[in-house]
């Protein structure tokens, strides 16, 4: 409950704020991607401003994820190799308490044995 507040109250806010901006920058601007002829029709890109702004902050998101997942790299690599060694070391385990059961069962019973 409290996780879905604390959504509502970030997420609300930004929406607000992502359509405001969305509406306050509806102008029509063309992005060259040719610097020496700006006016070519084949580089360019004609869109409203808004959609600019999104598709750079979707890009920014999308390197710094990929920077951030590069850089956690050594972390899982670690993860991944304690997770089977541990897996190697409980199956161990499981193998030396079946071999522990099996010598106790060929073991006389304590009532059954001699006196020495």
């Known amino acids: 409950m ?27 601007v063309t992005l060259a991607l040719n610097p020496f002829q700006p006016q070519d029709q084949v580089l360019s890109v004609t869109a409203p401003f808004f959609v600019f702004l999104f598709a750079a902050l979707m890009l920014g998101m999308i390197i710094g994820s990929l920077a951030t997942w590069f850089k956690q790299g050594k972390h899982r690599k ?16 499981d193998r030396q308490k079946a071999k522990a059961k099996e010598i106790a069962a060929a073991l006389p019973a304590p009532e059954n044995r001699d006196a020495a």
Do not use: F, G
């Not at 304690?82 to 161990?92: F, L, N, P, R």
């Open 2 to 28: 409290v996780k879905r507040i604390v959504a509502l109250v970030i997420l609300v806010p930004l929406a607000i704020v992502l359509v405001m901006l969305s509406v306050a920058n509806r102008t029509a």
């Open 78 to 93: 670690r993860a991944r190799r304690e997770a089977s060694e541990a897996v190697k070391w409980h199956t161990e385990a």
